[in-house]
């Protein structure tokens, strides 16, 4: 840190170094846009249903307990797999709806949410959308 | 204190200290309900609780940063901030929204407070770390803004010195990348790419300039080391910090949706963000032992270094722990990504905050430091925090390597529930450390009300 090093070579370093990397990370942001479609299942968004199943998930702060894709908080189970883990949209719909509303006596217990016929159905499509798309393998098994 | 105007950091540090208590009481609160499940059920469920304490956490440290600035931008610009009205006034704002809106978490369910606070117009609340109400986070923005303004203008007019310019641009680079907190679209995988390019972007990205400028600036005063060689350091250490973070970003992009190439870009890029964390460890070390003066304020002195080797063991070697793609493979979203996640929060974040608040405390009350005593009990709050969140940090690595194990790599999986159950004595010792910390904040909140004999006499 001393003799021909300066700090206006480092500060240009830092300029330098940061522009470069910043230009790095945008072309493999643009690479990433292009291919994604292959993957991420834009498709199934036409049905409005997705977006309002998305909505309902985020109002409900449902990444506060849980992880979707692994992101979100460790205290409840995955959700990207849990349609396939319960085997149907139905035994999702089942299980939100059977939450008792004073917990479980000494456990974890989601809250009741007393969600419409509806709002079941769309946060179901959601999760089973969230299920489909390609995510390198991940998780390794189906306990998520 | 040389300029009038740095007292207005002040208030910035009181409230942020506040925050803190709030924060690890909140953080309490889940550390128990992670074994008594129905502790505080229906009335602060987990993720309420969760929201609290992250978001105390953030807007704490978001306060810690502007007191921060606040208080070294004048003095190394040389010339008094441009408006001290303006930076109380936007204090006020900002603690009133922040206890507004975990006033709203505690009193509304969730998606009520969605639905009064606008979230219809532009959804983007209910994604992790950014759950603020529309209302909050436009606050964050007009804040950050004039709280920018302010700042830069000061800078401008006085002399611009390596630290102000890397602060600067740590806190340009803060602002803007919130913006990306307002882009919520349908297509999930979109959403989760660009939700990192705030968290992820501030916390291993533009955080990092703020915490070498905080850093630098208390060195070059509790050593008195030559500006020349502080300066240097400083640059190499954002270089890197930058070089590795921007595109270490891709060790968020393996399992959501995103190619197989970002296995390798964010392999390794991130496996190489340890590097400035070990340069940061390095100056801090180095600064002290070729120290020129011996500044009475000892308790500054070894935040600075505790700064320096926790955010490398928190951010650094609990990050590389599970950052390449076969390992993340396995211990991605599992209590594994708890305990990196406290511990390098505390490491970098709150350390440095602390570190700039025991040097600039004294200052603001006329004194270059605390009395010995004083000293002695902050230093012991030192120790107990810090000792108890390397702690908290063994049981959830500990926590987590057996959840791995029992859900994710034996011959027969358990599901979620069953396999926190069988890590459950890891979660009470996790808690009964959370104690201990909470001790140790009680502590150093302590030792700012500790006063020596002979100075209570001469009072």
């Known amino acids: 840190m001393s003799g021909s090093f300066t700090t206006s070579a480092a500060r240009n370093i830092f300029y330098g170094g940061t522009i470069f990397f910043v230009l790095v990370f945008l072309g493999l942001t643009y690479r990433n846009e292009m291919d994604i479609p292959k993957r991420d299942r834009r498709e199934m968004l036409a049905s409005p249903q997705i977006a309002q199943g998305k909505k309902l998930w985020e109002t409900n702060n449902c990444v506060g307990c849980h992880t979707l894709l692994g992101e979100g908080a460790y205290f409840a189970p995955e959700l990207g797999n849990v349609v396939v883990r319960l085997g149907s949209k139905e035994a999702v719909k089942a299980f939100i709806k059977g939450r008792p509303a004073e917990g479980i006596p000494g456990r974890r217990s989601m809250p009741q949410f007393n969600f419409t016929d509806k709002d079941l159905d769309a946060i179901a499509d959601f999760l089973e959308y969230v299920s489909k798309i390609d995510t390198a393998k991940w998780p390794p098994n189906i306990q998520g | 204190m040389q300029y009038q105007s740095q007292a207005v950091a002040r208030p910035y540090f009181i409230a942020a200290l506040a925050l803190f208590v709030a924060q690890v009481l ?16 229906p009335h602060i469920p987990f993720n309420v609780a969760r929201m609290v304490h992250t978001n105390a956490l953030i807007v704490w440290l978001l306060m810690g940063f502007m007191g921060a600035a606040y208080y070294l931008v004048p003095e190394e610009a040389e010339t008094e901030l441009h408006s001290p009205k303006l930076a109380l006034a936007l204090f006020w704002i900002f603690l009133v929204a922040a206890g507004l809106t975990v006033l709203g978490y505690l009193l509304v369910p969730y998606a009520t407070l969605a639905k009064i606070t606008g979230n219809d117009l532009l959804p983007t609340m209910g994604r992790e770390f950014l759950e603020q109400p529309l209302v909050t986070k436009i606050g964050i923005v007009v804040v950050a803004l004039a709280f920018l303004y302010n700042i830069t203008l000061t800078v401008l007019k006085g002399r611009k010195t390596s630290i102000n310019v890397v602060l600067l641009i740590g806190l340009w680079g803060l602002a803007v990348m919130f913006l990306f907190a307002f882009y919520n679209p349908d297509n999930l995988v979109r959403d989760k790419f660009y939700w990192w390019w705030v968290v992820h972007l501030w916390v291993e990205g533009v955080w990092e300039l703020i915490l070498g400028a905080i850093l630098a ?16 350091w400083l640059y190499v250490i954002v270089t890197l910090a930058l070089v590795t973070g921007i595109v270490g970003t891709g060790h968020h992009y393996y399992w959501i949706g995103t190619p197989e190439y970002w296995q390798w870009w964010g392999s390794i890029f991130s496996a190489l963000e340890p590097i400035p964390f070990f340069a940061m460890t390095l100056f801090a070390f180095n600064m002290v032992n070729r120290r020129r003066r011996d500044h009475p304020n000892k308790a500054a002195t070894l935040w600075a270094l505790g700064t320096g080797v926790m955010a490398f063991l928190g951010a650094g070697v609990w990050g590389f722990l599970h950052t390449l793609a076969p390992v993340n493979y396995y211990t991605h979203g599992s209590q594994i990504t708890a305990a990196h996640g406290h511990l390098a929060f505390y490491g970098a974040y709150v350390m440095v905050v602390l570190t700039i608040v025991s040097y600039a405390m004294p200052m603001l009350h006329g004194r270059a430091a605390n009395t010995n005593k004083s000293q002695v009990v902050e230093m012991w709050g030192f120790w107990l925090m810090t000792v108890s969140m390397v702690f908290i940090t063994l049981f959830l690595t500990a926590a987590g390597i057996l959840q791995v194990w029992l859900q994710r790599v034996s011959d027969n999986p358990m599901p979620f529930m069953v396999a926190q159950e069988q890590v459950a004595l890891f979660y009470w010792l996790r808690a009964l450390t959370g104690v201990v910390f909470l001790i140790g904040l009680a502590v150093y909140l302590w030792s700012f009300f500790v006063k020596d004999k002979a100075q209570a006499a001469a009072n």
């Open chain 2, 26 to 41: 909140f953080g309490l609160i889940m550390g128990l309900q992670y074994v008594v499940g129905d502790f505080l059920f």
């Open chain 2, 217 to 232: 600036y208390v060195l070059i005063k509790v050593t008195g080391v030559d500006r020349e060689v502080i300066d240097k």
